[in-house]
């Protein structure tokens, strides 16, 4: 048992340093380890309560209040009383304070991919397989567990295309009534990328976990100042896993560095999940079309609209 207690410490020092923790501030920011999972949870997750982050987190309740009021003094939170509780107030964080967390998020998610691009796909594999393996044994809630299931992303390879249009064709059929119309299209768009892609101002963004595809999205070149965001699904069991998200995020921050002047998409009222996550993303709906497409005689289409600022130096 002496060895195996001395292998599991080896390895918290090392990934310690590997992952950046052991300084005051993490990621060079004014925040601590603690504060930025803080910001991390109120980013992440709906009326969350002081009890629910202090629980969540293992913080001790007074150690929880220090932080949350500093939060508040810089503005980067605000309280609302919570509908389902009157003693209890569901935090949020302000727009303030998602402008201070969103660049750290954005740096930490390049800290790990260029941890794990060392690796080639199959060790990568191996590695995130291993994490999961740790949490589910350590006795990790299995809400949580599955809540912060490891997954990763990727560009485009040989064979996606195929799975994309699949699934597409597939889960839009079974949960909206989606006829062979719009699976041709998926087809096309597809095809087109394939055909026209141009690595500077296109992208394929391929969500994989457990070893399996479980979301896709694309950017593709419009105009010289305008990209489309296109073909955005996340697999069922995969949802509130924050990938769809993700995935917006990503093509957001893709095309506002790649020099494009406004990100657009195009999307149908009805598909509220998707809708939401855009809204939240900051895209506005700017147009709406009744129309009839793909087996439905009810579908009104609607384009929305990112007005992209310059990428910051």
Known sequence: MAS????????????????????????????????????????????????????????????LSRILRRFETRGLIGRSP??????????????????AFEPLEARARDEVAALLGQLAGPEQRQVVDAMGTI???????????????????????????????????????????????????????????LDRFEPAGE??????RNGDIVGS????????????????????QARG?????????????FARHAGYRRLTLWTQSDLGAARRLYQQAGFRCVHKKSHHRFGRTDLVAETWDLTLSAPRS
């Open 4 to 63: 195996r207690v001395d292998t599991v410490r080896a390895f918290n020092r090392f990934y310690t340093q590997q992952i950046g923790v052991l300084g005051e501030h993490l990621l060079e920011s004014a925040f601590s380890l603690a504060e930025m999972r803080a910001l991390y949870e109120l980013a992440h997750r709906d009326a969350l309560t002081a009890s629910d982050l202090g629980r969540d987190l293992g913080l001790d309740a007074g150690y």
């Open 82 to 99: 919570s509908a389902a509780d009157g003693r209890q107030h569901v935090l949020r964080l302000t727009r303030k304070g998602r402008a």
């Open 135 to 193: 949490a589910r044994l350590l006795g990790a809630p299995r809400a949580e567990a599955d809540r912060a299931a490891p997954y990763l992303l990727r560009t485009h390879q040989p064979g996606d295309m195929g799975w994309i249009v699949h699934r597409h064709g597939a889960i839009y059929a079974r949960e909206w009534g989606y006829n062979a119309e719009f699976e041709a299209l998926v087809a096309r768009i597809c095809a087109d990328f």
């Open 203 to 208: 992208r394929c963004w391929i969500a994989e």
């Open 217 to 236: 999205v694309f950017v593709v070149r419009k105009s010289k100042t305008v990209a489309k965001l296109r073909l955005l699904l996340v697999e069922p």
């Open 241 to 253: 896993l924050g990938i769809g998200r993700r995935l917006v995020d990503e093509c957001i921050r």
